[in-house]
Each structure stands twice: as C-alpha cells, then as structure tokens.
C-alpha cells in the first residue's frame, strides 16, 4: 500500500534538545511538507521541498530544519531555538503540479518537559 | 481578517441528519479547494477536491464552491457515528504553493 510514514508516533524530549522526526513516503510524489498542528489553530507550513536537494521556508520556519536528501524522505529537525515545540507534526506530499491535494501521514505528537 | 475562517464548532448531530459545514475565504485567487477528515490523533484524509466553482458528490458527500460569494461546503446525508472527527477546510491557487487551511469544525454524530 501506497502511503506516507512518520515515526515516531510519540516523542518525548527534555527542552534544550534537538529532536529529528522520521517522515518517508513511497507515493512517487516530488513535493513533501511539514505541518504544525496546534488546538484551536489551521495547520501551519514549516518547511517544503519540491525537489530533490531543494527546500523553502513556510510561515513558522524559525527553530526548525529539513533536509532532502531522497525523494522518498524528508526529515525534520526541531532545535532547541524552538520556543514552543510541543505539537502535531504532521507530514504531506503531493504531486508537484499546482493545485494538486495534499497527503498526510499519522503524525508525531511531541512533548518537550 | 483571517485568510480561511471555519466555525470551529463543536457541532453535534442526531444520527440519519444531515450535516452542513462551511469556510468563508477572502483570497480570489484560491481555485482549488479541498475538504478532510481528521479523527482523533490521526493524519488528515482526503475527502473531496474540487475546481473552481460547482457541485461534486461521492456518496454521502457533497461538496459547494461559491467562488463569487468566497463560500464552500460540505454536506454529509444520512450522518453515522462514524463521521463523527474534525473535518477541515484547505484551498490552493494555481500553483499549489500556498494551502491554507481552515482551524476545522469538530463534529459528533449521536446514536
């Protein structure tokens, strides 16, 4: 089955650590996203990439990172420049045509204490 | 004014009802325009997707785009419990760059 995978489902994290979200994707899609999911708040874009060795910026990138190294993987980082980062995290792709929908995986929920 | 504006509920409905949800919107240039269905700690699923405006159905779901009034809905016939999640509003341009999502609407569908 055709989907997207992010682990882990839980994670929990001391502040002051960096933390890296796992997000793989075997849909052949060449656009990936990463979202923050907050109670009460629209998703927010974090970080997107349209291609390979290439990413760009969303509305909430300050304390986080990305890389795209594959086409199938797009980890993120959570540093602890992040101010608030206990949240959803949820991961999506898309055919990279304009206006194609999105689609998500499960999400991480992290904790930071 | 926010960008995508959604009632965010919580809407409770007898089950059989029929479920009307809406998102007012204030960017013309949105033309593609998406609805999902989130349960509790799980991802957003597709549910309908629509260009521009017009009617689309699938099933029990309806899908409204009123580019003129900046006005889109979703209706679900015969509601069961297990429509009962948050059911979020999303919409592009024509480049597919800039998704903007509504906050949802939290649904419960009573037996």
């Known amino acids: 089955d ?17 933390v890296t979200l796992s997000c ?27 291609i390979v060795n ?9 304390g986080y990172s990305v890389s795209r190294e594959k086409k199938e993987s797009f980890p993120l980082t959570v540093t602890s420049a992040q101010k608030n980062p206990t949240a959803f995290y949820l991961c999506a792709s ?20 | 004014q926010k960008e995508v504006e959604q009632d965010p509920g919580p809407l409770s409905v007898p ?9 007012t919107y204030s960017n013309s240039a949105f033309q593609y325009f998406m ?22 159905e699938d099933g029990r779901f309806t899908a409204q785009v009123d580019k003129s009034s900046k006005y889109i809905s979703l209706f679900i016939r015969d509601s069961q419990p297990s429509d009962s999640a948050t059911y979020l ?6 480049y597919g760059q800039n998704f903007v999502f509504g906050p ?3 649904l419960s569908v009573l037996p």
């Open chain 1, 2 to 18: 055709g989907g997207i995978t992010q682990s882990p489902k839980y994670l929990f994290r001391k502040e002051g650590q960096n």
């Open chain 1, 24 to 50: 793989e994707q075997n849909l052949n899609h060449d656009a990936m996203y990463w979202y923050r999911q907050d109670p009460g708040q629209g998703l927010r874009l974090i970080y997107y990439s349209q």
């Open chain 1, 54 to 62: 290439d990413f760009q910026k969303g509305d909430i990138a300050e």
């Open chain 1, 94 to 113: 898309s055919i990279a045509a304009g206006g194609s929908p999105l689609h998500f995986g499960n999400g991480t929920r992290l904790t930071v204490t």
């Open chain 2, 15 to 23: 089950e059989g009802a029929i479920v009307s949800l809406n998102c």
């Open chain 2, 35 to 56: 609805w999902y269905r989130q349960y509790s700690r799980k991802g957003p699923e597709l549910l309908m997707y629509t260009y521009s405006s017009g009617n689309k």
């Open chain 2, 89 to 94: 509003c999303a919409m592009s341009d024509n």
């Open chain 2, 104 to 106: 949802g609407t939290r």
